[in-house]
């Protein structure tokens, strides 16, 4: 069975930075393309970062693209997000998604595997 579990949520200032990690396990990491998906309460779940296993081609949502970045490590199994220039409004509960797809691109919606989130706060 695969398992999704991120870290690295916290409280940060606007302008700050995080580093969000997902561990994966129960399946060869390499194989998976992966995602960052984010949801607010009240908003839509929205596909904010993603990479594919077979080609490492990424996609970015537009409202974080250039703040963020998406990789991976496979052989430590785990995917990271890193966030710089927060912003008040990127404050939301955070999930890393994995695919068995081939090739994911953002407007990518089916993932077979899904963490449990990590609240990510940001203070103006």
């Known amino acids: 069975q695969v398992q999704l579990v991120e870290s690295g949520g916290g409280l940060v200032q606007a302008g700050g930075s995080l580093r969000l990690s997902c561990a994966v396990s129960g399946r060869t990491f390499s194989t998976l393309s992966m995602a960052w998906v984010r949801q607010a309460p009240g908003k839509e779940r929205e596909f904010l970062a993603v990479m594919s296993w077979a080609n490492g081609y990424t996609a970015y949502a537009y409202s974080v693209k250039g703040r963020f970045t998406i990789y991976r490590h496979n052989a430590k199994a785990t995917l990271y997000l890193q966030m710089n220039n927060l912003k008040p409004e990127d404050a939301a509960v955070y999930y890393c998604?994995?695919?068995?797809?081939?090739?994911?691109?953002?407007?990518?919606?089916?993932?077979?595997?899904w963490g449990q989130g990590t609240q990510v706060t940001v203070s103006s």
């Open positions: 998604a994995a695919s068995r797809a081939a090739v994911v691109d953002i407007a990518t919606a089916e993932y077979e595997y």
